[in-house]
């Protein structure tokens, strides 16, 4: 009964500071939604500038292949100094300079080298772009060369060929919105426990109200438990919304796995975020400190969780770090449950091992707090 | 400005440093928080897929089928980490996340090619992180396409067409500013958007929801210092602590990642500094709304760090954005720092291409400072 009440004030403080309630609304409807609208990873349109020498029915021909909805052509150009220019002002991606003479030395059966100049700033965009390039112009220029030495498509069915059937699993038409605006929810849902967990403790010392809650007959212990039971409590309501409201209504991203197994994740989750929030209290001797306190936290966290930095792409020594921060696991988890329909057999190990980390934050957090609070 | 106004600010200034000095957590936090996250990220972050973790059931068990995959997994694209026995433990392995390819050798694999046919093999691709799928995608095609053209030459050489040349276009790539495609070289000089954002916002955020959460803003009240005065005095000690942040990352920078610098030290100063001058007046805004240091921060860590990190071009190019994300990036300073960063880092170019980020970002700033006289009232209510 006790506990239920000073659960009700703890919902009452945070409802009744509009920002934080609007914020923390904004942060789990329309940030997902944006993030997951807005980010593109894939190669769109693509902005492409031609720098045609030969300016024949060949080079005509391969350069229309390369189009939407990759690339999209910008326009022509005429010098090699105008193609610098453009890629000096961020006007265009790439620049393709076809050679004087193109169609001639093909026709002659020789070798022909295309020069394709890509901006290096924009590293996602351009390594597709180069992929994807080469792959165009090496099919045009194998077309021709059957064709030129005359091996008709009879004789083709006849050659050795391995033939690679690819599938894409889980997301076959790699749409962007499954992974950005899921993970997005991942990082709010990291940023608010942390720091609503970290104030609603620290909030009491600062403005002197722990000593009545000390002298009140809750036990510190309760206090602590109950203020990370709401915090608990309202962002699994907070996560609900996102779910029903951005996922699956906005975008419609299907759930493969168990919604309940999902949650249940979740709410793991958040206790193992608010483990972390706990620490951070420990740390912070006002309440000013806590935003400095969180982004330092929460930085390693993010970045170690392998959602936009590849775990298999970071530097040797830094793998072992990853598997203290438990975005990792709760991104392998939750991408896992929702979009690979992965379920608890299969999940188990990452599950206890999410629930370790989180406790080891949590535990030395309450022993901290503790040798404070005394 | 009068003699009396200017000591009125120097006098909220000083107080606002010592306070800011008294409170050695803070003040180290001040400048050791962004130097972290610097090295954090500097260090790590990387875009590259590579040694993507691959699994192989080959039910033919050939020479053929080894040299295709041997061919594959001897790239520093791929990494095979496990030989599967069976279909189901691929499937598993997918869905726990654990590979992130998996290719299927069916038996016959070598029979059908020595007798001059089309042999499929499986190829799965994990699609949870699309950039990834789709570069992994890419990469297998480009592979095979190879692999092919290498058993097409073979069978044309002994049918006596030795002469043919089945690649006669070759495409030569260069990446312009960062030819090795290094990720730190341009990740590292966009961390300052990210983290000159982050950092003056949050420490500003609390400049003024401070003195109301402890009520010492009643002195304020009942002075005679105008509200102009107080905001401007209370900002320039961040402006300080921060200026001495953009020299230390640049240090950093240059010393410790080793990125080139090109440009001029000049435009790269001139634009940080009008840069914090705004994100410095994005935590005043929020500083001057709020009524409490929870919301205040709260608020700001919200309004900033997903945006500096996603719409910022760091890991994104603006271009490639969808139509909200590219909203969203044009209503946030960023982006135009993040164009000056890379235009005095690794592209060469002067005031005359870049002049209108600095306007934008000095305009915004200035549009942000008024806001907040705006929201700052000298009294309750």
């Known amino acids: 009964m006790r506990l239920l009440f000073f659960l009700k004030k703890e919902a009452l403080q945070f409802l009744r500071d509009k920002a934080i309630f609007l914020f923390v609304l904004y942060a789990f409807t329309l940030d997902v939604y944006i993030a997951g609208n807005g980010f593109i990873l894939t190669l769109k349109n693509g902005g492409m500038a031609l720098f045609d020498l030969d300016k024949t029915v060949m080079s005509r021909e391969m350069t229309s292949r390369i189009r939407k909805p990759y690339f999209q052509w910008k326009e022509e150009i005429k010098s090699s100094e105008e193609a610098l220019r453009l890629l000096d002002q961020g006007k265009t991606l790439g620049v393709l300079t076809i050679p004087p003479n193109f169609q001639k030395k093909l026709h002659q059966g020789r070798t022909v080298s295309l020069q394709l100049l890509l901006d290096g700033t924009q590293i996602t965009s351009s390594t597709l772009a180069s992929a994807y390039i080469a792959q165009i112009t090496a099919d045009y220029g194998q077309e021709f060369a059957l064709k030129y030495y005359g091996i008709s498509s009879p004789t083709m069915a006849h050659m050795p060929r391995v033939d690679g059937r690819t599938r894409v699993l889980f997301n076959p038409n790699l749409e962007d919105p499954y992974f950005t605006a899921l993970d997005e929810l991942f990082m709010v849902v990291t940023m608010i426990s942390i720091i609503l967990s970290a104030t609603a403790l620290v909030r009491e010392r600062d403005y002197g109200t722990l000593e009545q809650l000390l002298v009140s007959p809750i036990k510190p212990r309760q206090i602590i438990l109950t203020k990370i039971l709401f915090t608990m409590i309202a962002l699994i309501l907070a996560s609900h919304i996102t779910l029903l409201l951005v996922l699956q209504g906005a975008f419609g991203i299907p759930m493969r796995g168990s919604y309940l197994l999902f949650m249940g994740v979740t709410a793991l989750y958040i206790f193992s975020c608010c483990g972390i929030g706990l620490l951070i209290a420990t740390l912070a001797q006002r309440l000013g400190q806590i935003g400095l306190l969180t982004i330092l936290f929460l930085a390693p966290i993010l970045f170690l969780s392998g959602g936009w930095v590849p775990t298999e792409a970071m530097p040797r020594w830094m793998v072992p770090l990853t598997y203290l921060s438990p975005l990792k696991y709760y991104t392998d988890l939750g991408l896992g449950i929702y979009l690979r329909g992965e379920s608890f057999s299969l999940a188990w190990r990452e599950i206890l091992a999410m629930a370790a980390v989180g406790s080891g934050y949590f535990l030395y957090g309450l022993v901290r707090f503790r040798k404070i609070y005394r | ?381």
């Open chain 2, 1 to 381: 400005m009068s003699r009396e106004s200017f000591n009125r600010i120097k006098a909220v200034s000083s107080k606002e440093l010592k306070e800011i000095i008294r409170s050695p957590l803070f003040l180290l936090l001040a400048h050791f928080v962004p130097v972290a996250l610097f090295l954090v990220f500097g260090f790590g972050l990387s875009l590259d897929v590579e040694n993507i973790p691959t699994a192989l059931l080959d039910l033919d068990r050939t020479q053929t089928s080894r040299e295709l995959v041997n061919g594959l997994v001897k790239t520093k694209y791929f990494h095979l980490q496990e030989r599967a026995e069976n279909n189901q433990r691929l499937i598993n392995l997918l869905k726990r996340g654990k590979i992130r390819l998996a290719l299927v050798i069916p038996p016959q694999f070598q029979k059908r090619l020595y007798q001059d046919r089309a042999s499929p093999i499986q190829v799965l691709v994990d699609g949870t992180y699309p950039y990834r799928g789709l570069v992994i995608k890419n990469y297998v095609k480009a592979y095979l396409t190879s692999f092919n053209t290498g058993l097409a030459q073979n069978w044309l050489n002994k049918r006596g067409q030795t002469s043919v040349n089945l690649q006669p276009i070759k495409l030569e790539t260069r990446f312009l500013y960062n030819p090795s495609l290094v990720s730190s070289y341009s990740l590292v000089p966009g961390l300052l958007v990210v983290i000159l954002m982050m950092n003056p916002a949050i420490m500003a955020a609390l400049a003024i929801v401070k003195e109301k959460d402890y009520g010492t803003i009643y002195n304020i009240y009942s002075s005679s210092i105008t509200r102009w005065e107080f905001l401007l005095g209370k900002v320039i000690p961040y402006y300080g602590l921060n200026f001495i942040n953009i020299l230390i990352l640049f240090l950093l920078s240059l010393v410790l990642f080793q990125v080139p610098f090109k440009g001029s030290l000049f435009l790269l100063l001139l634009g940080s500094i009008i840069y914090i001058f705004t994100t410095t007046g994005m935590g005043l805004v929020v500083s001057a709304f709020t009524r409490s240091m929870v919301a205040a921060q709260i608020v700001t860590i919200i309004i900033t760090i997903i945006p500096s990190f996603l719409y910022s071009g760091l890991l994104m190019p603006v271009s490639n954005l969808g139509r909200e994300g590219e909203i969203e990036a044009h209503l946030f300073p960023a982006m135009y720092y993040m164009k000056i960063v890379q235009g005095t880092y690794s592209k060469v170019i002067g005031l005359k291409e870049m002049g209108t980020n600095y306007l934008i970002i000095l305009a915004y700033g200035t549009i942000l400072f008024f806001i907040s006289l705006l929201l700052f009232k000298k009294r309750e209510g």
